[in-house]
């Protein structure tokens, strides 16, 4: 498995917990705690996949060296590419979905948690397209 293909496994798994347990959090609480709440749990998500990101791909780097200096090659590219062709319309769908909410009664804020809900969706959608583009070995 090379270095790319790991981060991308790394990256799947800490957005998939970091932001499942976000929104998790606000469907426990009914969305009710508006502010200062949400915007706390947000901050120290954040934090959270931050220091998970950095800290497995130091672990990563330090296992596997010689992969981790390695720079991208055209399948890497073409791999990037390909995975970002799957992401941008998940992420397109998904936000006219937001934006037509409104009609549905939506407020602002809760249209503002649904575009981060589907900028997470479309990143895991990135990276599973990455890992699925390695896996098959294009």
Same mark, same amino acid.
């Given at each position: ?6 981060? #991308?496994?790394?990256? @799947? ?7 499942? +347990? ?12 508006? +502010?200062? $709440? ?6 120290? &998500? /954040? ?9 497995? #791909?130091? @672990?990563?780097?330090?296992? $596997?060296? $010689? ?15 390909? &995975?970002?062709?799957? &992401?941008?319309?998940?992420?397109? #769908?998904?936000?006219?979905? /937001?934006?037509?909410? @409104?009609?549905? +009664? ?11 809900? $589907? ?17 098959? +070995?294009?």
């Amino acid at each position: 498995m090379s270095f790319k293909e790991k981060i #991308a496994w790394i990256s @799947v798994i800490t957005t998939a917990l970091v932001w499942g +347990g976000y929104f998790g959090f606000m469907l426990a609480t009914g969305g009710k705690l508006y +502010g200062p $709440a949400y915007l706390a749990g947000f901050i120290g &998500a /954040v934090i959270v996949q931050t220091i998970l990101m950095i800290a497995a #791909a130091i @672990v990563t780097a330090v296992l $596997a060296p $010689a992969d981790a200096s390695a720079g991208s090659d055209e399948r890497d590219r073409d791999i990037a590419r390909r &995975a970002y062709a799957f &992401a941008y319309p998940v992420l397109l #769908a998904l936000v006219v979905c /937001v934006a037509a909410s @409104v009609h549905f +009664g939506v407020h602002a804020v809760g249209m503002a948690y649904g575009i981060m809900g $589907a900028i997470v969706i479309a990143e895991i959608v990135h990276y599973a397209a990455q890992i699925a583009g390695y896996r098959r +070995g294009h």
